[in-house]
């Protein structure tokens, strides 16, 4: 093997740029040409392609994004994008890819791996959302983001006795309202993944209000519904006093946290070690503090994540 690509997809997570960085010095030092691929499979299907030097990548570590850019493409769900990609990766001469993102980059990965074309993917989504790995890059990143506005909103709704909904990123996956609810001392964290009862944290805050205390901070997934119609219906149960701040994307934003930069290292230089090895088919995941390259096929189909989901239990129990 000669010549291997990387590109980044779906979603910006911070630590792309550090999983790109890893993949590019790692092959370099391993004697391969390595290839970045701009706007994810947009651009590979439009030959969108440059040789990366190890100067090219520095001074991406700590940075947020990914200088790689990245962008929708559905049409790499149809045969006809697949081909095509394929195509201008063998018009470069490249025999191997790296994909770094979350779920639908993982199922083009996939793709390609079913045409026999040798692709390891890397989790780079902040939802935390892979299955079979405990965490993916960016995901801590997001929730420490997260936690620093909790902290913020916390001071300003003691200020006014008011109760805030923060509503967090999470379609499918409460994992970063559960731990940065946990971590930012919510008193009720409501995920897509567990029924809750509008009623109870209507009671839990009024008990709050009545021992004296100033503040509730609700952590709301925005898989369950928007902030605005949860505290709508909240205030149906009482007057609150109820805000709503929706971070949005200012979740994927930002320097990632070292572990963040850690995770993307080790994982970027696992994918160049298992091309080197003959292995394609595979992504990358982190179980037990131990990576492992798993196959995607079986990963995607037959097993879906599951967060800890016993952190809501945690929190009702501590956030009285």
């Known amino acids: 093997m000669k010549r291997i690509a990387v590109l980044t997809s779906g979603g910006d997570a911070p630590g792309m740029n550090a999983a790109v960085r890893a993949v590019v010095r790692k092959g370099i030092s391993e004697g391969l040409e390595v290839f970045g691929i701009n706007y994810g499979f947009a651009g590979l299907v439009a030959g969108d392609i440059r040789r990366l030097e190890a100067q090219d990548v520095g001074d991406f570590l700590g940075r947020g994004g990914t200088m790689l850019y ?77 936690v620093d506005a909790i902290d913020k ?8 006795v008011r109760t805030f909904v923060v509503e967090v990123m999470g379609r499918d996956c409460g994992d970063i309202a559960l731990q940065a609810g946990v971590a930012g001392g919510a008193d009720a964290i409501v995920v897509p993944e567990i029924e809750y009862d509008l009623a109870e944290i209507a009671e839990r805050i009024r008990v709050g209000r009545e021992r004296g205390k100033k503040h509730t901070i609700i952590v709301l997934s925005e898989g369950v519904m928007s902030g605005e119609k949860f505290a709508t219906q909240l205030e149906a149960f009482g007057d609150f006093h109820t805000r709503v701040s929706v971070l949005g994307h200012i979740q994927r934003g930002g320097s990632p946290s070292p572990f963040d930069r850690v995770l993307a290292s080790k994982m970027g230089a696992y994918a160049v070690d298992l091309l080197l090895e003959g292995k394609g088919g595979l992504c990358v995941a982190i179980q037990q503090n131990k990576l492992v390259g798993l196959d995607i096929i079986d990963t995607l189909t037959n097993h879906k994540h599951i967060g800890d989901l016993s952190l809501a239990e945690l929190n009702n129990s501590i956030s009285h």
């Open 153 to 160: 909103l916390r001071d300003t709704a003691a200020s006014h």
């Open 70 to 146: 990245s962008a929708r493409y559905p049409e790499f769900a149809q045969l006809e994008g697949q081909l095509k990609g394929i195509e201008q990766l063998k018009k470069f001469g490249i025999e191997a890819l790296v994909v770094c993102g979350g779920d639908g980059s993982y199922h083009g990965a996939m793709r390609l791996t079913e045409h026999g074309y040798p692709t390891i993917g890397v989790p780079g989504t902040i939802d935390n959302d892979i299955p079979l790995t405990e965490y993916t890059i960016g995901f801590d990143t997001a929730v420490n983001t997260v």
